[in-house]
Every structure is written in C-alpha cells, then in structure tokens.
C-alpha cells in the first residue's frame, strides 16, 4: 500500500506537461457541450420554474448543483475511455512501464481531469452571472472555500473515474453504468431539492440518503454560494468528501493492479 503514496514529482510534471498539449481542442469540445446545458439548466431553473411556485433563488440554487454536476458526468466520458484503451490501444500500458511508480501515472491522470475539471467550473462563472444576473451575487460567495470545494469535489470525481474503469470489464458494460449507478446517484444527490427539504418530508428516507456522497457536494457547493442556513455543514461536507477520496483512492489502486497487472 505505501506505493499508492509513492510519487516522483519530477515525472508527474512531465506527464502533465505532456497530456495538456492538446488541451485547447479538449476544453473547447468540453466547454460547449458544458455550456449548452448549463445554460438550458440555468434558464429553466432561474425564470420558468418560479412560475410554478419556486423561490426566487431558486436559479442560483440549481447552479451550485450544476457546478458539482459538471464534474459528476465527467466520471463517465473519461473512465469510458480509459475502458477503451485498455480493450484497444492500452496507451496506459506503456506509461506504466515507465521508469516511476504506478501512482504517479495515475496522479496524472486524476490531477490533469481534476485541473480541467475545475477549469470548466470556473468559465461557467461569467455565463451563470449573465443569465441569472441579479440572482447571482458574486459578492455573497465564500471565494476561499467555493475554489477549496471545486478542487476537492473535482478530485473525488476523477479518482472515481478510475475506479469506474477498474470495475467495468468491457465497453458493452457501460450502459448499466449510466442508468444503474450514476444518474440514480446524481438525481437524488440534491441536484434539484436540499437535504433538509428531504427530511421534513421524508426523516428516516432523508438519513439513508446522506451515505450518498454526491449530496455533500452539491450541499457543500450551496452552503459557499448561497450561505450555511439550509445547506449541511460546509466542513462536514468536506470531511466527509476527503474521507471517500481516501477510500477512493486506495480502492481504485488496488482494483487497477488486479485488472491491468502492474507491479
């Protein structure tokens, strides 16, 4: 297990260095697909749905759930590909015969999903206050802890990725992926509804949902956007989100080292 912890830095840069390359093409792609229904989400959420009732903070609440669902459904495109390359290329085969522990080519592949992730998140600021506007107040926005949740709920996701690839056997799998695990995961993770709403209407249901760690990212994402009042505890939220990175991260190593054979 200490080699999970064993990381050459020198390397991990040059790795780095290595897969941001291409990087504008990646982010271009990325930002327009993000964009497309980040914005419909905003619209929908910060205009039409008031007329149903809704709070008038109801847009700014959905945007902190888009900023932590971004990083949600990137779990799927980036641990698909690394599915197809260990079926095909196995392109990752040949940085594991680096020179360098294991864990730093994984490092990279985490922190590089990580950086875009965050990057992505972070671009989607200027377009959210354009269409909410008044809604959104920059100034009510706990900066230090916004980019610490960013970073941190951008790395549970990313490892998470690893652990997906690690686990689907074949690319035919994936399907079950979407439809059994992460959208049931996300869409009752409080992107749309709190989890003190939950809990006045449904107690015992609204405890079985907090072993859900996506509902403290979207929580912790509401509680620096919006305020503490009505949100979990922004460092229980993050507490409990290092904790999964941890377990994540050793999981996802050792059932990596299974699948791909490494030392």
Same mark, same amino acid.
């Given at each position: 297990?200490?080699? $999970? ?11 780095? &260095?290595? /897969? ?5 093409? #990646?982010?271009?792609?990325?930002? +327009? ?5 980040? *914005?419909?989400?905003?619209?929908? @959420?910060?205009?039409?749905?008031? =007329?149903?009732?809704? &709070?008038? /903070? ?10 932590? *669902?971004?990083?949600i ?5 980036? !641990? ?12 990752? !085969?040949?940085? $594991? ?20 992730? *965050? ?30 949740l ?11 990725? $690893?652990? #997906?690839?690690?686990?689907?056997p074949s ?5 079950? $992926?979407w439809?059994?695990? +992460? ?9 749309q509804? =709190?989890?003190? =709403?939950?809990?006045?209407? !449904?107690?015992?249901? @609204? ?5 859900n ?9 509401? !509680? ?11 460092? #229980?939220? *993050? ?15 050792k059932m990596? /080292?299974?699948?791909?054979?490494? #030392?």
């Amino acid at each position: 297990m200490s080699m $999970l912890f064993q990381v050459d830095m020198n390397v991990l840069k040059q790795l780095l &260095s290595l /897969k941001f390359t291409n990087i504008r093409k #990646v982010l271009f792609d990325k930002f +327009i697909n993000y964009y497309i229904w980040a *914005s419909c989400t905003m619209f929908v @959420s910060g205009y039409l749905m008031q =007329s149903f009732g809704l &709070s008038e /903070k109801f847009g700014v609440f959905q945007f902190a759930g888009i900023i932590a *669902s971004g990083a949600i459904f990137e779990i799927y495109g980036t !641990a698909a590909k690394m599915v197809a390359d260990f079926e095909h290329d196995q392109i990752i !085969a040949y940085y $594991l015969t680096l020179p360098t522990h294991t864990a730093t080519v994984l490092c990279s592949n985490v922190l590089y999903n990580t950086i875009v992730g *965050s990057v992505m998140a972070i671009f989607l600021l200027p377009l959210a206050k354009l269409i909410l506007w008044s809604q959104l107040n920059f100034f009510a926005i706990a900066w230090t802890k916004f980019l610490f949740l960013l970073v941190l709920v951008n790395l549970v996701c990313s490892t998470a990725s $690893l652990l #997906v690839a690690a686990l689907i056997p074949s690319m035919d799998k994936f399907e079950m $992926l979407w439809v059994r695990i +992460i959208f049931p995961l996300w869409f009752l993770g409080g992107f749309q509804f =709190s989890w003190d =709403s939950v809990h006045a209407v !449904a107690p015992k249901v @609204s405890y079985f949902m907090l072993l859900n760690p996506i509902f403290y990212m979207t929580e912790g994402m509401r !509680a620096v956007m919006l305020g503490q009042n009505g949100s979990i505890n922004f460092w #229980v939220c *993050s507490l409990v989100l290092l904790i999964t990175l941890i377990i994540m991260s050793i999981w996802s190593f050792k059932m990596l /080292k299974k699948r791909l054979d490494f #030392v």
